[in-house]
């Protein structure tokens, strides 16, 4: 019963992270969030960006916070769909180069990111 008590109460050293993400004022339609424990002990979690929005679980402590949303470049004549690439819009301050950092602590966490284009 009491293992059970603790697994309710986020008992585990993870919280519940709510956001949303917007880039130059609008909610990014679409990419994917990744929260990187500064502790490095703790594992990454990562989840789907859907009209602005996310919500996943997270380990508690400081993270940095990586973004990106790649939008596919149109097919070149000849070439097929496993070959092509995409344009990164996020700019890398925000995800490879990220300045981005979150403290998750106990229980719901709301996280809002402005984004600024290049």
Do not use: W
């Not at 979690?45 to 993270?63: C, N, W």
């Not at 769909?81 to 180069?97: H, L």
Request: neutral net charge; hydrophobic residues 30%.
């Amino acid at each position: 019963m009491i293992a059970l008590i603790a697994g309710c109460s986020g008992g585990d050293g993870a919280a519940e992270v709510d956001g949303q993400v917007t880039l130059d004022g609008q909610p990014l339609t679409e990419g994917v969030i990744h929260f990187f424990p500064l502790d490095g002990k703790s594992r990454t979690e990562s989840t789907f960006i859907r009209e602005g929005q996310f919500h996943l679980r997270v380990p508690l402590g400081k993270h940095r916070v990586e973004i990106s949303c790649v939008r596919p470049r149109a097919l070149r004549k000849g070439q097929d769909a496993d070959s092509a690439t995409g344009d990164e819009i996020v700019p890398s301050r925000y995800n490879t180069k990220s300045e981005l950092q979150v403290d998750v602590k106990k229980g719901n966490n709301n996280e809002r990111f402005e984004l600024k284009g290049i």
